[in-house]
């Protein structure tokens, strides 16, 4: 069986990212192969310092505030408020436990140069999904798969996202030879192929998300709390700070006669959050966030990966835009690919969506399930052909 070496930034408190990771793991050993994860405790420091720098002396101190400030202010708020340090501290526990228990994880390494010497040990080196191709990490060859050197190592990008939309043109050169130099490429949305083919003239196609290519049965066989599903809450997991969403939702939830249960404190601490809901949760476990997804009878959301969990448990989601286009950080494009693959566009809330339009509409999840199967099957014809597998 073939081994490979899966690199996904999955160190980050994101609930989404470390599901896809494991997720991608899971995928693969579908797919036939033996996957291990690239382990990112010694490497991490090195990244975020690469980081740093690049926002720091490349000209986008801008981004970096506007990216990184708020989360950066709450580690600060984090440190001096022993309460809430001690739940995030938790929270972070749980997630190293999730990657330790639940992923196969490889030897520590604290540079890119022992990356590559333990590169050797496999057939295929994996960049997985996200959004690792902004120029914070392709300028400064952080998930750019340089570090794979010998070149009987087959290179994979799978679902990959450059959360933007063009590549500033002072950088497309080393986007041009990262892309050249990687042997398979896919991407996740409609605007990251239509980069791909303009800066590199490669032809990749948009597969699935790793989350996607698990079925429901077999997401809930993994991480399921046994409870029985359909209790009479509204989920609400928003990342972003937008007060007005909170107020749709809480008029929404009136009109329902439902209780909102809200997990806050994610990207950055919002107070308001703490009072706003019904309940509230901070230091829940990935496995708790998706099983928080299943118990519930509908979901608010900003979040990518919290309206695929929702989708494939059949929940009734509305999605709200997290930032808005003109932002420099949106992430928006992957949200409305996949809504328009799905064709469940009208889930898409804005400021101007009436409360009395969206009660009691309900998604036709017979449909969506049939576009997440031919979703699927493309991604898997990709896979089994870049890994030898088919």
């Not at 050249?180 to 996740?188: E, Q, T």
């Amino acid at each position: 069986m073939k081994n490979v070496l899966v690199y996904v930034g999955y160190k980050t408190l994101n609930y989404g990212s470390v599901l896809q990771a494991f997720a991608t793991l899971e995928m693969l050993k579908k797919a036939g192969v033996n996957p291990v994860l690239l382990n990112l405790n010694g490497l991490w420091k090195e990244i975020r310092i690469k980081k740093i720098k690049f926002y720091v002396f490349g000209g986008d101190f801008l981004f970096l505030i506007q990216s990184k400030g708020k989360m950066y202010r709450s580690k600060v708020y984090e440190k001096l408020n022993p309460a809430y340090g001690a739940l995030i501290g938790n929270r972070r526990k749980k997630f190293d436990d999730f990657i330790q228990t639940m992923c196969s994880v490889s030897d520590e390494v604290s540079t890119f140069s022992e990356a590559s010497v333990l590169s050797e040990q496999y057939e295929a080196v994996l960049l997985g999904s996200d959004q690792v191709w902004l120029p914070s990490s392709v300028v400064t060859d952080i998930y750019t798969l340089n570090f794979v050197q010998n070149e009987r190592i087959t290179k994979i990008a799978y679902a990959p996202s450059f959360g933007i939309e063009y590549i500033p043109e002072k950088y497309t050169d080393q986007y041009r030879k990262m892309l050249r130099s990687i042997d398979h490429v896919s991407v996740r949305e409609e605007s990251g192929r239509k980069i791909v083919k303009k800066t590199a003239g490669i032809d990749c196609p948009v597969v699935a998300d790793p989350v996607l290519m698990l079925d429901r049965d077999e997401w809930e066989k993994c991480l399921s709390d046994e409870e029985s599903a359909g209790r009479d809450y509204i989920f609400v997991y928003l990342i972003g700070n937008n007060k007005w969403q909170r107020e749709w939702i809480k008029q929404y939830a009136d009109r329902c006669n439902m209780e909102t249960v809200a997990l806050i404190h994610l990207d950055e601490h919002i107070s308001y959050d703490e009072s706003f809901f019904d309940k509230v949760l901070i230091d829940e476990s990935p496995a708790g966030f998706f099983n928080l997804i299943r118990n519930a009878d509908s979901i608010f959301t900003d979040s990518y990966h919290c309206m695929l969990f929702s989708l494939i448990e059949n929940k009734n989601v509305w999605c709200f835009r997290r930032f808005d286009d003109t932002r420099t950080i949106s992430t928006n494009s992957r949200l409305y690919t996949i809504l328009l693959k799905l064709k469940i566009e009208g889930r898409l809330l804005n400021r101007e969506s009436r409360v009395e339009d969206c009660l009691h509409k309900d998604i036709d999840h017979a449909d969506v399930n049939e576009r997440i199967k031919d979703l699927q099957k493309e991604s898997w014809l990709f896979l089994k052909k870049v890994l030898g597998s088919e």
